[in-house]
């Protein structure tokens, strides 16, 4: 008897079929699913290796460009090519400056080409040295075609920055930027109805870094159009301070000198001054709804 009770309690416990099926099943289940982890995984980093590598492409097919405007430049002597570089400090520019502006008058059109592709190269793939190309304007050029070139220069290299990405940034953007991209979608989202006073006002502002704007935007539904009237309104206060500092470049010694305290407060009026549409017009929906 005790031995048919031993046997009956260990049927008891033994594990029924249906709860075996079931173990099978759900080690099958959680076996798909990291296989399917693992393999959205490797497509991302495949997509993302992939989009490095066509942005590598068109950047050496830029950068022939860029070879071909120089090489029509005016013949210079050994120190002159040592100068034609993009500047990285206030002595480049001087420098740059000085060789420009010997050869403007005579080689206008080789000069102002040369500009106008070099800066939009440095906007396209967010290189730094822009700054450096916007202080020069104002000592090469009279002051209105100085900041239409500026803004024009920064509308097109930032469109053509924002280009890229959408053909070949998403990867990239959703594999390294996907935190930052989220709350800025947020941000868009909330200002969709007027996204061109949104846009002024961070150009404006540095609360944001222009290489991510430019990168990002496509990822979050920017419109193009939008994207380059904001960009190309936006850069024109900032621009102001940078050519009107220009004129004087040979009495700065950093790029942080070009920015006074009352260049910073009238910016901030300026960044103000772009909301104020959007504020007035929340103000009278609020006030006919």
């Known amino acids: 008897m005790a031995r048919k009770r031993s046997e009956e309690g260990r049927g008891v416990s033994a594990p029924l079929p249906n709860d075996t099926a079931r173990h099978e099943v759900a080690r099958d289940d959680a076996r798909d699913t990291a296989e399917s982890v693992q393999e959205v995984k490797l497509l991302e980093a495949g997509s993302a290796r992939k989009s490095l590598l066509i942005l590598l492409c068109i950047f050496l097919s830029?950068?022939?460009?860029?070879?071909?405007?120089?090489?029509?430049?005016?013949?210079?002597?050994?120190?002159?090519r040592k100068t034609v570089t993009i500047p990285k400090n206030m002595d480049d520019a001087k420098a740059l400056g000085k060789v420009l502006s010997k050869y403007k008058d005579t080689y206008y059109v080789q000069v102002l080409v040369a500009y106008f592709t070099t800066y939009i190269f440095l906007q396209t793939f967010a290189i730094p040295g822009s700054i450096f190309l916007s202080i020069l304007s104002g000592f090469l050029y009279p002051f209105p075609l100085a900041l239409f070139l500026v803004c024009l220069c920064s509308g097109l290299g930032?469109?053509?920055?924002?280009?890229?990405?959408?053909?070949?940034?998403?990867?990239?953007?959703?594999?390294?930027?996907?935190?930052?991209?989220v709350k800025w979608s947020e941000q868009v989202d909330k200002h969709r109805q007027h996204l061109i006073n949104y846009i002024i006002f961070l150009r404006i502002t540095p609360f944001l870094p222009n290489w991510f704007i430019n990168i990002t935007s496509p990822v979050i539904n920017v419109?193009?159009?939008?994207?380059?009237?904001?960009?190309?309104?936006?850069?024109?206060?900032?621009?102001?301070?940078?050519?009107?500092?220009?004129?004087?470049?040979?009495?700065?010694?950093?790029?942080?000198?070009?920015?006074?305290?009352?260049?910073?407060?009238?910016?901030?009026?300026?960044?103000?001054?772009?909301?104020?549409?959007?504020?007035?017009?929340?103000?009278?929906?609020?006030?006919?709804?």
């Open 223 to 289: 419109p193009l159009g939008v994207f380059f009237i904001g960009t190309f309104l936006g850069v024109a206060p900032p621009s102001f301070v940078a050519i009107k500092a220009g004129t004087t470049l040979y009495q700065l010694s950093a790029a942080g000198e070009a920015v006074s305290w009352n260049s910073v407060l009238v910016l901030m009026i300026l960044a103000v001054l772009s909301l104020l549409p959007v504020l007035l017009h929340n103000k009278l929906k609020e006030k006919f709804s």
């Open 62 to 80: 830029a950068a022939s460009v860029m070879y071909l405007v120089y090489a029509n430049f005016p013949e210079l002597n050994e120190e002159e």
């Open 158 to 181: 930032a469109s053509f920055c924002y280009m890229l990405s959408y053909l070949v940034g998403r990867p990239i953007v959703y594999k390294y930027l996907t935190e930052r991209a």
